[in-house]
Structures are given as C-alpha cells and as structure tokens.
Nanobody
Framework: QVQLVESGGGLVQPGGSVRLSCAASGFTFSSTPMSWYRQAPGKERELVAGITSAGDTTNYVDSVKGRSTISRDNAKNMMYLQINSLKPEDTAVYYC?????????????WGQGTQVTVSS
C-alpha cells in the first residue's frame, strides 16, 4: 500500500531548470525522512538529496549542491526536487525513495521514476 509517484521530468536545455514532484501515500509521510535518487544510463543509482521529516535539514550530493533544492509539503504528502543550471550529466531517471520498517524488516520503496533529459 506504500505508493510513490514521481512527475515533472522532461526534456530540458542545458542551463534550464526542472521541478520534480513525488506524491506519497500508504505511510505517515510527516514522520518520515525522504530522498531523491537518480540513475543515469550505465551508472549505479545514486542518492541526490535527502530531507528530514520536518523539512528542517537537507543534504545533497556534491554534483548538485548549490543549484538544487529538496523540499516537502507534509500537509499534501508531497516532496519536490528543484534543479537549476541543469547539465547534460543530470540526465537520468529520478526516483522518489523512502525507507520504512515494515513486517519486521527495513525496506526501501521506490516510485516508477521520471525521466529528466538535459540536451540542446
């Protein structure tokens, strides 16, 4: 019943911006840290950004630090990732991620992903 649905990806020119959304359901979103990951062709999936349950603390991978903002709206069960000054290296499928203790096991849940393509 945990569900994560990403949206907002698309084709963007280098130097442009994208705002990704993640709609979450099936768990207590407001009490749960959330993360964005991405996976480029031929690359391992990597952590892009994380945010605490209250949204008061965030962290970013070095490659997007300074040009990205992760945020959340707990009243709407939504998480967002804004990336500015996009580079071709940002091209990847972006995934919403949550780690939950369920059925006595810590499990990771993923959305279906949204494609971001940075190209001129």
């Amino acid at each position: 019943q945990v569900q994560l649905v990403e949206s907002g990806g698309g084709l963007v020119q280098p130097g442009g911006s994208v705002r990704l959304s993640c709609a979450a359901s099936g768990f207590t979103f407001s009490s749960t840290p959330m993360s964005w990951y991405r996976q480029a062709p031929g690359k391992e999936r990597e952590l892009v950004a994380g945010i605490t349950s209250a949204g008061d603390t965030t962290n970013y991978v070095d490659s997007v630090k300074g040009r990205s903002t992760i945020s959340r709206d707990n009243a709407k069960n939504m998480m967002y990732l804004q990336i500015n000054s996009l580079k071709p290296e940002d091209t990847a499928v972006y995934y919403c991620n949550v780690r939950l203790g369920r059925f006595g096991i810590l499990r990771e849940y993923w959305g279906q992903g949204t494609q971001v393509t940075v190209s001129s």
